[in-house]
């Protein structure tokens, strides 16, 4: 028997998972004592196999509640802990920037290959490698995708929309969403001055071999894998609006929306705000626990 264990801040999430297995799931109980520090307790007497449950969104407390679980787990006997973190944090910092700099991404993911025997997670922001397991090495650590679920979402929302990927990373998610239905979709390009300065452009069409469509009078439908301060998005509205289409839609998977953004993208005459549920938010539209599920199921098969 596999036993789901999840935290408060992601207890929805962790029983619909255990709900798609028929796994049992028992929460983890945190106490936060006066100086900040945290207790973490397990239920007794845990199965062999453990499956961990809880996205890494605000994750520097979260990182350690985490590892104190799993270590707490060894120490009872467990012997396979799965971590399903949908939102993997720390992927980003990849390289050194500047003299100094700590690689984040490889010391996060060194840290999770210690204390888990595998790590399922969605669209991890991996940028200049191509495999979760060079970032979490010599384990299991297996990254999904919310494409699938996007566009089963976007089909009953919309007949024949415009898929828009505001940078060129976007492109391989757009052309998953887009390719399947054959709607039409373009990429713009980005250029990031700091964390809340971007540029986002669109070629319209000058370019010789461009297919870009026309946006006018068309359902438009942004996506991204993380909207963080949302300027990104922001940039590519005033852009898009330009050319007056009929609406315009963002769908994102992670969705943090820092610094008044949804306010911001509301008063740009953005139709829709959709995310999944890899990060708890009001804009939360659909949830990729199902391909999470189908993946466990697998892993269970083979
Ligand atoms: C970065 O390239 C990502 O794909 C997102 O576009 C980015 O993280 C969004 O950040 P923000 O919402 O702060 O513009």
């Known amino acids: 028997m596999t036993l789901i264990l999840g935290f408060e801040d992601y207890l929805p999430q962790a029983e619909k998972l255990a709900l798609c297995l028929s796994f049992p799931i028992k929460q983890i109980e945190l106490h936060q004592f006066p100086d900040g520090e945290t207790k973490v307790t397990l239920p007794e007497k845990l199965p062999?196999?453990?499956?961990?449950?809880?996205?890494?969104?605000?994750?520097?407390?979260?990182?350690?509640?985490?590892?104190?679980?799993?270590?707490?787990?060894?120490?009872?006997?467990?012997?396979?802990?799965?971590?399903?973190?949908?939102?993997?944090?720390?992927?980003?910092?990849?390289?050194?920037?500047?003299?100094?700099?700590?690689?984040?991404?490889?010391?996060?993911?060194?840290?999770?290959?210690?204390?888990?025997?595998?790590?399922?997670?969605?669209?991890?922001?991996?940028?200049?490698?191509?495999?979760?397991?060079?970032?979490?090495?010599?384990?299991?650590?297996?990254?999904?995708?919310?494409?699938?679920?996007?566009?089963?979402?976007?089909?009953?929302?919309?007949?024949?929309?415009?898929?828009?990927?505001?940078d060129e990373e976007s492109e391989q998610w757009v052309k998953a969403i887009a390719d399947p239905h054959q709607w039409q979709y373009t990429i713009a390009t980005k250029q990031r001055y700091s964390d809340r300065d971007v540029d986002v452009s669109f070629s319209n069409g000058d370019s010789p071999n461009s297919t870009e469509p026309n946006l006018t009078e068309q359902d438009i439908i942004i996506v991204d894998d993380i909207a963080s301060t949302g300027k990104t998005l922001e940039q590519a509205v005033i852009q898009i609006k330009q050319q007056n289409p009929k609406s315009i839609s963002i769908i994102v998977t992670h969705a943090f929306f820092v610094d008044s953004a949804i306010e911001r993208l509301n008063s740009l005459g953005v139709n829709n705000i959709w995310s999944s549920d890899s990060i708890p938010h009001p804009s939360n539209a659909f949830s990729i626990i199902d391909t999470v599920a189908t993946q466990l199921k697998t892993d269970e098969a083979s």
């Open 48 to 166: 062999r196999n453990i499956i961990i449950c809880r996205s890494l969104n605000q994750p520097n407390e979260k990182l350690i509640e985490l590892i104190i679980a799993a270590s707490a787990a060894r120490d009872q006997g467990v012997e396979h802990i799965t971590l399903v973190a949908p939102y993997l944090c720390y992927m980003r910092q990849d390289k050194a920037f500047k003299a100094g700099e700590a690689i984040s991404q490889k010391i996060i993911g060194k840290l999770l290959s210690e204390y888990f025997d595998s790590v399922i997670t969605i669209d991890p922001h991996l940028h200049r490698i191509n495999n979760l397991v060079e970032a979490i090495p010599n384990k299991a650590a297996i990254t999904l995708h919310a494409s699938h679920a996007i566009a089963n979402f976007l089909q009953q929302k919309f007949k024949q929309p415009i898929i828009i990927g505001p």
